[in-house]
């Protein structure tokens, strides 16, 4: 069993930041890559971040200069650092993991239960 939870979300004005967090527990074997996506109301699920164990990185364009991704391989966990957050950032933002279990012989996909982060004056 295979677990991400979240935390860092909140309400925060425009030109402000937030730090989410998502560790994976569980009988883990691996960890590949990890990540964010967000989905605002009435919008599809989107790409944020990912990063895998190397560490290369992959942003959306629209968060790109603002928003940071990072892990630590040790605590299974990754990092958003969101700077300069503006009002479309608004959303439900899901974590993200590729993992591969203890006695697994394939990664799955695995996603937390979202937090919510909401940019208003």
């Known amino acids: 069993q295979v677990q991400l939870v979240e935390s860092g979300g909140g309400s925060v004005q425009p030109g402000g930041s937030l730090r989410l967090s998502c560790a994976a527990s569980?009988?883990?074997?691996?960890?590949?890559?990890m990540g964010w996506y967000r989905q605002a109301p009435g919008k599809q699920r989107d790409l944020v971040a990912l990063?895998?164990?190397?560490?290369?990185?992959n942003y959306a364009d629209s968060v790109k200069g603002r928003f940071t991704i990072s892990r630590d391989n040790a605590k299974n966990t990754v990092y958003l650092q969101m700077n300069i957050l503006k009002p479309e950032d608004t959303a439900v933002y899901y974590c993200y993991a590729d993992v591969r279990p203890v006695g697994g012989a394939r990664f799955s996909a695995y996603w937390g239960q979202g937090t919510q982060v909401t940019v208003s004056s």
């Open positions: 569980g009988t883990i074997a691996w960890v590949n890559v």
């Open positions: 990063i895998d164990s190397g560490p290369n990185t």
